[in-house]
């Protein structure tokens, strides 16, 4: 069972506040993805604290259509190709994150929600 005291000892700059929350959070999360032996959670363990540091946040997907052929190239290659995801972070995070990772196909919602 992680507890906040396990997260705090993986990150000391942690709040105390947010250290619960992310363990509560953790605790519902952990077997509904079946990250259920040791060797998972310590892999998630330090995957979470590398890149959020147990911090809640959010990748902001609000972008222009105008932006997204700068920032995605690949997969924007012009203005109107982009037009779609312009303004709409969940149709931005299933088209670019879409297959990749271990993500599914757009239509699976796996881009936006992982």
């Known amino acids: 069972m ?3 005291a396990i997260l705090l000892k ?39 604290a590398h890149e959020s540091g147990f911090m809640p946040i959010a990748e902001n997907l609000n972008y222009s259509a ?10 924007f290659p012009t203005l109107a190709s982009a037009q779609r995801c312009a303004g709409n972070p969940e149709a931005l995070g299933n088209t670019v994150y879409a297959g990749r990772l271990g993500d599914s196909g757009p239509e699976s919602g796996d881009g936006y929600r992982y």
């Open 2 to 4: 992680i507890t906040a």
């Open 10 to 48: 993986i990150r000391p700059d942690l709040s105390p506040k947010n250290a619960e929350v992310a363990a509560q959070k953790l605790a519902w999360a952990l077997p509904q993805y079946q990250i259920d032996t040791p060797l998972r959670v310590v892999h998630i363990l330090a995957q979470l």
């Open 66 to 75: 105008k932006r997204l052929p700068h920032v995605w190239l690949n997969r």
